[in-house]
């Protein structure tokens, strides 16, 4: 009897090491496209948990990365956002070690013309985990997060900011319905913003995941719309068209043996319907994950990479998959190439032509590391590239 074997389509080639390996834990602190086509990274933890004020630049043409000015202050869990006149915006995060950092009200700018980080107008409150969404006027709305209270212990905010990049300043906007923490947030047509899932934490080793989703529109408000099928933390949100997100995985809910724990919960995924405001199930993962990354590189593509199920005593999975959706929203998950090096809480990004840039992230941490006290990290890129070919069509059974 013979093993039936699953071809695996695309590939993944190895690109430039990072000057300094770099962890990004957040949801909107990873890498960002520049309009040369040249890849940002900046801040992220350490293998101590540690803030860093790295930055560096991936050159496509000569497939190597760059290292440029340093941030001006270390900072991770933070955001980063490319603006319209093609500067970055870095926002909040937090200075120092996760265990005991400070959240920071600072932001600062990079001008990709001289690579250097300039300090711009600051928060009216300090977070991190937070959101950021670049809107159609050019501004930038940062929600939610994290902030410090007394006892030392955090709260999740329901305040939101606007940062206006013509003048340097911060305004108040309207808050979100509800406070939330590690959320997702992706624009959409008409100027909306879908927040989605995130944490409310409650003081424990393991907050509650939040189903509820709320869109914020042009006119400065938060409405609630279509709740998540199954609350969810760590997980992905990514826009396929203009009026649909595609969700994937994230941290299984409560622990074995207290509450209502699915290990299962990781591979399921959902798509959201702009115009009806309602999610539906699409075709589960080949497997589950969390701390993953997902990214669309094609009309209808969306590659999924990475991820593990949790980040203590774990290693990083090398298995990526590609979800695909046809015109009558018929879905289907292909098998893809796996990554040379297992990772988690990296950054990726789709390239112009294409392909899908992934590099940094947490490879292997507690047990499953050769010091149990030391995260240990990656400092490797490699590229994705897929074969159309390869791909059959969702619903044409094959």
Same mark, same amino acid.
């Not at 013979?2 to 990072?18: E, F, I, R, Y």
């Not at 899932?197 to 907050?207: I, Q």
């Not at 869109?215 to 760590?234: F, K, N, V």
């Given at each position: 009897?013979?093993?039936?074997?699953?071809? !695996?389509?695309?590939?993944?080639?190895?690109?430039?090491?990072?000057? #300094?390996?770099?962890?990004?834990?957040?949801?909107?602190?990873?890498?960002?496209?520049?309009?040369?086509?040249?890849?940002?990274?900046?801040?992220?933890?350490?293998?101590?948990?540690?803030?860093?004020?790295?930055?560096?630049?991936?050159?496509?043409?000569?497939?190597?990365?760059?290292? @440029?000015?340093?941030?001006?202050?270390?900072?991770? +869990?933070?955001? $980063?956002?490319?603006?319209?006149?093609?500067?970055?915006?870095?926002?909040?995060?937090?200075?120092?070690?996760? !265990?005991?950092?400070?959240?920071?009200?600072?932001?600062?700018?990079?001008?990709?013309?001289?690579?250097?980080?300039? *300090?711009?107008?600051?928060? %009216?409150?300090?977070?991190?985990?937070?959101?950021?969404?670049?809107?159609?006027?050019?501004?930038?709305? @940062?929600?939610?997060?994290? #902030?410090?209270?007394?006892?030392?212990? %955090?709260?999740?905010?329901?305040?939101?900011?606007?940062?206006?990049?013509?003048?340097?300043?911060?305004?108040?906007?309207?808050?979100?319905?509800?406070?939330?923490?590690?959320?997702?947030?992706?624009?959409?047509?008409?100027?909306?913003?879908?927040?989605?899932?995130?944490?409310?934490?409650?003081?424990?080793?393991?907050?509650? *995941?939040?189903?509820?989703?709320?869109?914020?529109?042009?006119?400065?408000?938060?409405?609630?719309?279509?709740?998540?099928?199954?609350?969810?933390?760590?997980?992905?949100?990514?826009?396929?068209?203009?009026?649909?997100? +595609?969700?994937?995985?994230?941290?299984?809910?409560?622990?074995?043996? *207290?509450?209502?724990?699915?290990?299962?919960?990781?591979?399921?995924?959902?798509?959201?319907?702009?115009?009806?405001?309602?999610? #539906?199930?699409?075709?589960?993962?080949?497997?589950?994950?969390?701390?993953?990354?997902?990214?669309?590189?094609?009309?209808?593509? @969306?590659?999924?990479?990475?991820?593990?199920?949790?980040?203590?005593?774990?290693?990083?999975?090398?298995? !990526?998959?590609?979800?695909?959706?046809?015109?009558?929203?018929?879905?289907?998950?292909?098998?893809?190439?796996? +990554?040379?090096?297992?990772?988690?809480?990296?950054? %990726?990004?789709?390239?112009?032509?294409?392909?899908?840039?992934?590099?940094?992230?947490?490879?292997?941490?507690?047990?499953?590391?050769?010091?149990?006290?030391?995260?240990? +990290?990656?400092?490797? #890129?490699?590229?994705?590239? $897929?074969?159309?070919?390869?791909?059959?069509?969702?619903?044409?059974?094959?």
């Amino acid at each position: 009897m013979t093993t039936p074997t699953v071809a !695996a389509t695309g590939a993944w080639t190895a690109a430039g090491d990072l000057p #300094t390996p770099a962890a990004w834990y957040g949801q909107h602190d990873g890498a960002v496209l520049l309009d040369d086509d040249s890849v940002l990274v900046t801040g992220g933890a350490d293998a101590a948990s540690a803030a860093l004020d790295k930055t560096a630049v991936y050159d496509p043409t000569a497939n190597s990365w760059q290292p @440029v000015d340093t941030l001006g202050t270390p900072r991770q +869990l933070h955001t $980063i956002t490319r603006l319209a006149n093609g500067k970055v915006l870095v926002v909040g995060g937090l200075g120092g070690s996760s !265990a005991s950092g400070t959240g920071l009200r600072s932001a600062e700018l990079y001008d990709p013309h001289t690579h250097a980080w300039t *300090a711009t107008g600051s928060l %009216t409150t300090p977070r991190w985990g937070h959101s950021a969404a670049l809107l159609p006027d050019g501004s930038v709305l @940062v929600a939610g997060g994290s #902030t410090a209270r007394s006892g030392r212990t %955090t709260t999740a905010l329901r305040s939101a900011e606007r940062y206006d990049p013509s003048s340097g300043r911060w305004s108040p906007a309207k808050d979100m319905t509800d406070a939330r923490t590690g959320h997702t947030a992706v624009p959409l047509e008409g100027g909306v913003v879908l927040v989605v899932g995130g944490v409310a934490p409650v003081g424990t080793a393991d907050d509650p *995941a939040l189903a509820f989703c709320e869109l914020y529109d042009p006119e400065d408000r938060w409405t609630p719309t279509g709740s998540l099928l199954r609350a969810r933390h760590r997980h992905q949100a990514t826009r396929v068209s203009d009026s649909t997100v +595609l969700v994937t995985g994230g941290t299984a809910p409560g622990s074995p043996g *207290a509450g209502p724990y699915d290990p299962f919960s990781q591979r399921s995924a959902e798509r959201y319907d702009l115009a009806t405001g309602v999610w #539906t199930a699409v075709t589960e993962m080949p497997s589950g994950r969390a701390f993953h990354r997902a990214v669309r590189i094609g009309p209808g593509q @969306v590659l999924v990479a990475g991820g593990a199920a949790s980040d203590r005593d774990e290693a990083g999975y090398r298995s !990526a998959a590609l979800h695909t959706t046809d015109q009558d929203d018929a879905d289907v998950w292909v098998p893809a190439a796996g +990554l040379a090096s297992g990772r988690w809480a990296f950054a %990726t990004v789709a390239l112009p032509d294409g392909r899908a840039l992934v590099t940094g992230g947490a490879a292997r941490s507690g047990l499953a590391a050769a010091d149990p006290a030391v995260t240990e +990290l990656t400092a490797a #890129t490699e590229l994705f590239a $897929i074969d159309d070919e390869t791909i059959p069509v969702a619903g044409s059974g094959s």
